[in-house]
């Protein structure tokens, strides 16, 4: 079965994590999200698949290769003006044209039953299925008013207040009869929410829609990113030990994966679930608390605590420090008795120096200095 992922996107609302990433490379649990996705693919049966590129297009095909390792075939396509969702797929059209095909984004996380999904839109001769999913409030996706026959008369995309005739919404997944290929225009910014579904409800084409099972989100924000995390985490099955680890008497409980040559301190506590990555080094008196990964060779010095936050890697985390709900990218260093409060995220290659305290919810773009006992209270989003 072939699959399409969009992954042309800049991911601006994930800055500063974008920077030196694309939004498919962000890491969760230790591997770019993409990697997740592909690997379900493959599981759930796709295995012919074709992602669409444009921002830092190289560091997607770098880590994905022509997919083999991972069962899967990947060809890619380039973009080089933005052309919308359909305009994406419109240009990758020689690699999808004669065969039902399935969309998704580069962004998604999720453990759907994607290929459920493909068999009713196979049985049911519509143009589209789009899986949908109920959500309390979805006035950041599209809507969708659905028959008992599972057909779709009505489609908003981003509802206004008052706007929101049902809650179920778009997951940004479709099922495609290659037919509607011919109906996109090429070279051209398209949208399959905007432009293709209203075209095709004015015209009387059928676009069903399948209520998916499991979980899914799209990692648009840290907010999104944070969640995702989270629930791929509390999906961790037990405990995985991949290499030499030494420690005198720490205290392990919970599901935990750690990397060839993790050092844990005396008396530290390391409550999972847990990834920590290879030649990480774990201080004395060190809390690690639920919810938390580690990229590799970083360093967390005695005293600290870490509680629900996600470090990448080559990360300094210096002595009685506390980081709650962070995310910190590449290379940062932050000093001795520094507080990164809930909400946090900052970029790659910043230097928190000693005493310094960053605020709930703020971000810190790469390459700056915070200095000594600064309080920081609001981004600091110059580009370096
Ligand atoms: C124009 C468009 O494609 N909108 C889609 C798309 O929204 P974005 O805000 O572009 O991510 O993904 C949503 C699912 O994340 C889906 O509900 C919506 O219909």
Redesign the pocket.
């Given at each position: 079965m072939k699959a399409c992922i969009m992954c042309g996107g800049e991911g601006t609302r994930l800055r500063p994590l974008t920077f030196e990433r694309p939004k498919p490379s962000i890491p969760i649990l230790n591997k770019p999200s993409v990697v997740h996705l592909i690997e379900h693919l493959a599981k759930e049966g796709f295995n012919d698949i074709v992602i669409t590129l444009g921002y830092m297009a190289e560091k997607i095909e770098e880590q994905l290769g022509d997919g083999r390792i991972y069962g899967v075939h990947i060809n890619y396509v380039y973009e080089d003006k933005k052309l919308?969702?359909a305009g994406g797929v419109k240009n990758a059209e020689k690699y999808l044209k004669g065969e039902t095909f399935l969309v998704l984004?580069g962004d998604?996380v999720l453990n759907l039953n994607l290929r459920e999904l493909y068999r009713f839109h196979e049985r049911m001769n519509a143009k589209v299925t789009i899986g949908l999913l109920s959500i309390d409030d979805?006035s950041?996706?599209?809507i969708a008013d659905m028959d008992v026959n599972n057909r779709i008369h009505r489609f908003l995309?981003?509802p206004g207040p008052g706007e929101i005739f049902s809650n179920l919404?778009?997951?940004?997944i479709y099922v495609c009869n290659p037919e509607i290929l011919d109906m996109i225009p090429e070279n051209k910014e398209y949208?399959?929410?905007?432009d293709l579904f209203p075209k095709l409800l004015n015209n009387g084409e059928k676009i069903n829609g399948v209520l998916a099972r499991g979980n899914w989100t799209?990692v648009?924000s840290p907010a999104a990113y944070r969640q995702a995390q989270r629930w791929m985490l509390s999906g961790m099955p037990g405990t995985v030990i991949e290499g030499r680890f030494t420690t005198k008497d720490a205290r392990i409980n919970g599901p935990l994966q750690l990397g060839h040559n993790v050092s844990v301190g005396s008396n530290s506590a390391i409550v999972g679930p847990i990834i920590i990555g290879e030649n990480t080094s774990i201080g004395d008196n060190v809390l690690i608390g639920p919810y938390t990964t580690i990229g590799s060779n970083c360093t967390i010095d005695n005293d600290s605590r870490i509680l629900s936050s996600y470090i990448f890697n080559d990360v300094t985390i210096g002595k009685n420090t506390n980081v709650s709900g962070s995310i910190i990218d590449n290379r940062t260093t932050v000093g001795d008795n520094c507080c990164l409060e809930n909400g946090t995220v900052i970029g790659p290659d910043v230097v928190i120096r000693s005493g310094a305290t960053v605020h709930s919810n703020v971000k810190i773009w790469p390459k700056q200095t915070i200095k000594e006992g600064m309080n920081v209270k609001e981004n600091i989003v110059s580009h370096p």
């Amino acid at each position: 079965m072939k699959a399409c992922i969009m992954c042309g996107g800049e991911g601006t609302r994930l800055r500063p994590l974008t920077f030196e990433r694309p939004k498919p490379s962000i890491p969760i649990l230790n591997k770019p999200s993409v990697v997740h996705l592909i690997e379900h693919l493959a599981k759930e049966g796709f295995n012919d698949i074709v992602i669409t590129l444009g921002y830092m297009a190289e560091k997607i095909e770098e880590q994905l290769g022509d997919g083999r390792i991972y069962g899967v075939h990947i060809n890619y396509v380039y973009e080089d003006k933005k052309l919308g969702t359909a305009g994406g797929v419109k240009n990758a059209e020689k690699y999808l044209k004669g065969e039902t095909f399935l969309v998704l984004g580069g962004d998604h996380v999720l453990n759907l039953n994607l290929r459920e999904l493909y068999r009713f839109h196979e049985r049911m001769n519509a143009k589209v299925t789009i899986g949908l999913l109920s959500i309390d409030d979805p006035s950041e996706f599209g809507i969708a008013d659905m028959d008992v026959n599972n057909r779709i008369h009505r489609f908003l995309e981003k509802p206004g207040p008052g706007e929101i005739f049902s809650n179920l919404a778009s997951t940004g997944i479709y099922v495609c009869n290659p037919e509607i290929l011919d109906m996109i225009p090429e070279n051209k910014e398209y949208d399959f929410a905007r432009d293709l579904f209203p075209k095709l409800l004015n015209n009387g084409e059928k676009i069903n829609g399948v209520l998916a099972r499991g979980n899914w989100t799209d990692v648009g924000s840290p907010a999104a990113y944070r969640q995702a995390q989270r629930w791929m985490l509390s999906g961790m099955p037990g405990t995985v030990i991949e290499g030499r680890f030494t420690t005198k008497d720490a205290r392990i409980n919970g599901p935990l994966q750690l990397g060839h040559n993790v050092s844990v301190g005396s008396n530290s506590a390391i409550v999972g679930p847990i990834i920590i990555g290879e030649n990480t080094s774990i201080g004395d008196n060190v809390l690690i608390g639920p919810y938390t990964t580690i990229g590799s060779n970083c360093t967390i010095d005695n005293d600290s605590r870490i509680l629900s936050s996600y470090i990448f890697n080559d990360v300094t985390i210096g002595k009685n420090t506390n980081v709650s709900g962070s995310i910190i990218d590449n290379r940062t260093t932050v000093g001795d008795n520094c507080c990164l409060e809930n909400g946090t995220v900052i970029g790659p290659d910043v230097v928190i120096r000693s005493g310094a305290t960053v605020h709930s919810n703020v971000k810190i773009w790469p390459k700056q200095t915070i200095k000594e006992g600064m309080n920081v209270k609001e981004n600091i989003v110059s580009h370096p």
